[in-house]
T-cell receptor, first 116, second 113 residues
Framework: AQKITQTQPGMFVQEKEAVTLDCTYD???????LFWYKQPSSGEMIFLIY??????QNATEGRYSLNFQKARKSANLVISASQLGDSAMYFC?????????????FGTGTRLKVLA | DVKVTQSSRYLVKRTGEKVFLECVQD?????MFWYRQDPGLGLRLIYF???????EKGDIPEGYSVSREKKERFSLILESASTNQTSMYLC????????????FGPGTRLTVT
């Protein structure tokens, strides 16, 4: 069965510092995708970054990078130079399954608070 | 910009009522999804659809049904609402091919009393 595990319910980080949010996954699929989403207090889910299982390079999008360690089945999100606006809930997710029936599994989330 | 809209932001229903939650996307996405979000549990997949009139059960389909008569519209139905279905409901859509990310609606906060 597919599973996403986020072990950090909440984290604090000082403004301008980097922070790593942990995510481990479990799947028997050879082809899968890993995502991170941000959910501010307003409630909308915002896509941040994507990593394909066959991508050899770690994905980066601006201040976000995904530390993909396939053998360890981990896909940690690194936010560099944290800003107050980064305070939000962060979800790790995985897309897997066979063609035509892809489904997405989400973790339980990590609430990040950036301190001034 | 992809837009996913949901029929209501807030909804209050009584136990036993039939409840319809509507979701519409405007980017011709093949896949559509319904999740519920509860504190400490993250997002849990209720149903998804990868084509018109096609549906697949997610992880928690009990007490729910869905309908997809048109590509852009995916409805979630609570046949007989119960208090344990009080939750935030999120609709999402995605392409089958790249890019793979899901686009989410603003959510419907449903309270069943």
């Amino acid at each position: 069965a597919q599973k996403i595990t986020q072990t950090q319910p909440g984290m604090f980080v000082q403004e301008k510092e980097a922070v790593t949010l942990d995510c481990t996954y479990d799947t028997s699929d050879q082809s899968y995708g890993l995502f991170w989403y941000k959910q501010p207090s307003s409630g909308e889910m915002i896509f941040l970054i994507y990593q394909g299982s066959y991508d050899e390079q770690n994905a980066t999008e601006g201040r976000y990078s995904l530390n993909f360690q396939k053998a360890r089945k981990s896909a940690n999100l690194v936010i560099s130079a944290s800003q107050l606006g980064d305070s939000a809930m962060y979800f790790c997710a995985m897309r897997g399954g066979t063609s035509g029936t892809y489904k997405y599994i989400f973790g339980t989330g990590t609430r990040l608070k950036v301190l001034a | 910009d992809v837009k996913v809209t949901q029929s209501s932001r807030y909804l209050v229903k009584r136990t036993g009522e039939k409840v319809f939650l509507e979701c519409v996307q405007d980017m011709d996405h093949e896949n559509m999804f319904w999740y519920r979000q509860d504190p400490g549990l993250g997002l849990r997949l209720i149903y998804f659809s990868y084509d018109v009139k096609m549906k697949e059960k997610g992880d928690i389909p009990e007490g729910y049904s869905v309908s997809r008569e048109k590509k852009e519209r995916f409805s979630l139905i609570l046949e007989s609402a119960s208090t344990n279905q009080t939750s935030m409901y999120l609709c999402a859509s995605s392409l089958t091919g790249a890019p793979y990310e899901q686009y989410f609606g603003p959510g419907t906060r449903l309270t069943v009393t």
